[in-house]
Structure formats: C-alpha cells, structure tokens
C-alpha cells in the first residue's frame, strides 16, 4: 500500500467507522423491508417487462433503470434486498463524488463534513433504500456535474467526452429530469464569462451543440409524456410553503447557525467559502430544479412539485449547507465537525426507537400476512382497491386482468380470497358495479374483506359501511400501518354462528 494512502487511513479511522455505522444502520438495515407501493412497480416491471398493462404507463418504462434490478435480481434471486441492493451501490458512488466535489469546490478539508452531510438528510437515506430510479438519477447528477467541473478545469476532450455521456443519460433516467439541465449551462456560462476556465466560447458551444443532438429522442418522448401527464400525477397546486420545504432551508439555516454560534465563542472569522463561480454552482444545484417544477406546476401543469421528482438536489442542499459552515468553521476544525455531524445525523435519522428499521410505513407484506389470516376460506370474495390514481375508467373496468400494473403489490404480496378489483376513485359507474356486486355476491357470504391503501381504501370501506344491506352486519379495521383491511362479517349466517 502506498505511504500516502496508509496515512490517509490512520488519520481517517474514525470517519471511517462512523460512515460504515451510518450506512449500516441507515441504508442497509432497512433493505429486508416491505415494497412500498411504487417499488412493486419495479417487480413487475423487472419482472414482466412486456405485460400489456404496462401500456398506460409509457413514462414508468421510457428509463434505464430496471437494468439494475434485474441484473441483481438475475443473480441473487427476488427479494426486497437483492432489488435494493442496486441502489446503495449508486448512493455510494454519489456520496463518494459529493465528497470529492466539496474538495474541489469548497476546501479540501471539507469531503467529510459534506459526506455525512447527505448522510444526515432523511431524503438522501430514504432514496438509498429504494428500489425506484431516483438513487440513478441522484448519481447520475453527481457524477455529471463532477466530469462538467473537470472539463471546465482542464479543458480536457476526455472530460468533455465523459460530460456529455452523463448528461445524456441522466434525462433517460426520469422524463421529469429536463428541469436539472439549465443547471449545467449556467455553471459553464458563470465560468465563461469570468474567463475562470480554459475552455473557449466556442468549445463550449460545439460541447452542448453534440449533447442536444443526443437529447432529442428523450426530448420527443418527453413531450409525449407530458401530453397525458395529468393522469398520472396525484397532487395538489404547490403553495410558498411546499416550496420552502423543497429547498431544505432548514437545515442549510442550522449549519449556518451553529458554525457562527461557534464563530462568535471562538473568535473565528468570517470569510468567503469558496469562488463565485463554484458558489454559483452550489447554489444552481440546490436551488433550480425546485423552483422550475415549482413555477412549472403553477403555470403549466401537471403538477410535478413532488419530492422524488427533485431528489436529484439533495447532493446540493448538503454542499449548500458545508459552504454555509466553511463562512467560519477554520480548515482545522473541519473533522471534528464532521464527526459531530456524523453523530447528530446518525442519533437524529436512526429510527432508534425499533430495533430493525423499515424503509416506509407502507408495509404491504404485513397487510399481505394480516388478510391471509383474515379470509379464512380460500373463496372469501376479496375487494383490492388499486393504489395508483390510472386506475380509472377506461384503464379500469371490473374483469381487469390481474395482478397487472394497476395492482402491482398483488404479484409481489398475493392475497387469499377470490380477488374482485376496484378503481382508485369512487365514481357513478364503480358505484354501480359496487351495488350489484354486494347484491349478487358478497351479502350471499359470510364475510368479505377490503383492502386498499390510504384514502383510497378508506373510502370504498366508508361506502360499504353505509349501505342499508349491510346494516346488521360488523366490520373489524385489521390494518397494517399504511396499507388497511376492513373485514365485514355477518353475525346471522351459520359459519359466523360457528366461528363465534
């Protein structure tokens, strides 16, 4: 081993050991855990990449994501942790390239510091965890805007050459990733301008001249997409305070407190944390993106001002929050705040208060387990309220083949019971075939079940519950977090006699 890398580990120890205790504990215990709903997608998807339910939802396939999944899955079998697995990885490498970007742009002193940074945003170890695209795009981002650096730096074909690549691959991640790229121009244009960079003006421009060329079929379906967007997204208008939560200003504000509390009982000064240019780039990658969806769902529509969909700022928002403490904290400080850091964030986003920590409170393989017990006949009619909003009329109608993508969780998590499907939203029409469902079938048995998750599944059990029919009839909420069960018996007939 060379001398400079056995010194850098002797020094580094105990980063070190707390960045192995806080991927332990914050990425990989939570692997083993239910699919939330999405993440069901992935499995089907993954796993029947040509089902023909998946023609109405073109934007979910149009990415090559589901190259990951499937390759894990392909050798370490299915299960929650092998589909996950890919995305660890892919949050590794972009903590690895934070760390390096914060060498570059803030001080070489401060690679920790903005490493468990991330580490200690909730939403960067949630992605972590999940087996959905953003942990790509998130990477994909970092390692784009780190070759976009060295190109600007070097002047360097190779790294002009590894730019264009990233950039091209990120909006084939997610189509809503259109909304990042205006952040790599105004880097190279800040650069530019204050000739901080041996790049030309006319390089450039032959650089983003090949790189457009490259975007224009991701560009067409884009626009594709766009055109039904609406029924794809369930979300209200975002208001001022949506926004403000997208920018994480509260934890950019507690850095900058602390470090200057710090400063004021230190005698420490104040000084400038890194270039315009590099603040510039900070800033854009923190700031953008939220405010483009922001402004694009007021004014245009459909509504994308949705967390996931801006995930790919969370490297920024923590650069954002290390240049905020570099304003005071001396180069000599800089570990022992990190190390505080590691801690605050390990003690603050542990899920300390369980022994094995879940990745949501969607947990379909319990609510799975919970219905099985609750049929208790092999035929007990079953009614699965789909949890995606494109389960209406015309994608819905009652002989839906099953699971398809509108019942996604279905492959993943079976149910016991003879499965009648139902929409995501009550409408006249479902009403209908609810009413004659219930006459023809259900009040005929002896019990019936409804599952569902959120409102959604709330709201058929609320229609269920005040129907006259069912006036004499008890029903038991046996949920499972998120994901709930309503169970509907009918004290009168012979089996319920005999179970009770």
């Not at 400079?4 to 070190?16: F, G, K, Q, T």
């Not at 009329?393 to 996604?408: T, V």
Request: glycine share 4%; proline share 8%; net charge positive.
């Amino acid at each position: 081993m060379p001398e400079n890398s056995r010194l850098w580990l002797s020094s580094s120890w105990l980063p070190i050991a707390l960045l192995t205790v806080c991927i332990a504990r914050l990425w990989l215990m939570p692997l083993p855990s239910s699919f939330w709903t999405d993440e069901t997608e992935t499995a089907l998807i993954v796993q029947h990449p040509a089902d023909p339910s998946l023609a109405i939802v073109r934007q979910l396939t149009a990415t090559w994501y589901y190259i990951f999944p499937r390759a894990a899955g392909r050798l370490l079998g299915f299960s929650e942790i092998s589909y996950r697995l890919p995305s660890v990885l892919l949050m590794g490498i972009a903590l690895f390239l934070v760390g390096r970007l914060a060498a570059r742009l803030i001080d070489p002193a401060a690679a920790w510091f903005a490493v468990f940074a991330c580490l200690a945003i909730s939403d960067f170890n949630y992605y972590a965890a999940d087996a959905r695209p953003y942990p790509l795009g998130i990477c994909m981002t970092a390692a784009t805007l780190y070759f976009l650096i060295q190109w600007l730096d070097t002047a360097s074909w190779n790294r002009a050459f590894l730019f264009v690549l990233f950039a091209a691959l990120l909006w084939r991640v997610h189509l809503v990733f259109w909304a990042f790229y205006p952040v790599f121009l105004i880097c190279t244009l800040v650069r530019l301008a204050s000739s901080s960079t041996r790049v030309g003006w006319i390089r450039a421009f032959l650089v983003y001249l090949v790189l457009a060329i490259t975007l224009i079929p991701v560009a067409i379906e884009a626009l594709r997409a766009l055109s039904n967007g609406k029924a794809h997204v369930y979300a209200p208008v975002p208001g001022p305070r949506i926004l403000l939560d997208a920018l994480s200003w509260k934890w950019i504000a507690l850095c900058a407190v602390l470090v200057w509390l710090s400063g004021q009982l230190f005698k420490w000064r104040f000084h400038w944390p890194a270039a315009l240019a590099d603040l510039t780039l900070i800033g854009a990658w923190w700031l953008w993106m939220p405010l483009c969806l922001f402004a694009f769902s007021r004014m245009v529509g459909p509504i994308l001002m949705i967390p996931r969909y801006y995930s790919p700022v969370l490297p920024g928002a923590a650069l954002a929050g290390t240049a905020a403490a570099a304003c005071y904290l001396p180069r000599a400080r800089w570990k022992q705040a990190s190390l505080l850091l590691a801690v605050a964030g390990l003690v603050a986003a542990g899920q300390w208060n369980v022994l094995w920590p879940t990745h949501t409170r969607e947990d379909w393989r319990q609510a799975s387990f919970d219905e099985d017990l609750a049929a208790q006949e092999p035929d007990t009619p079953v009614i699965v309220v789909s949890p995606f909003i494109e389960a209406v009329p015309p994608n819905w109608s009652p002989d839906y083949r099953l699971p398809g993508f509108l019942y996604a969780p279905l492959l993943v998590y079976p149910v016991r019971g003879r499965v009648y499907p139902f929409p995501f939203l009550r409408s006249p029409e479902a009403e209908r075939y609810a009413a004659d469902l219930l006459s023809a079938t259900l009040l005929k048995r002896a019990r019936f079940i409804v599952y569902g998750a959120g409102l959604t599944g709330a709201a058929w059990v609320q229609w269920f519950s005040n129907r006259p029919e069912l006036a004499s009839w008890r029903y038991t909420p046996a949920g499972a977090r998120v994901v709930d069960i309503a169970v509907f018996e009918n004290p009168g007939s012979a089996a319920a006699i005999g179970l009770h």
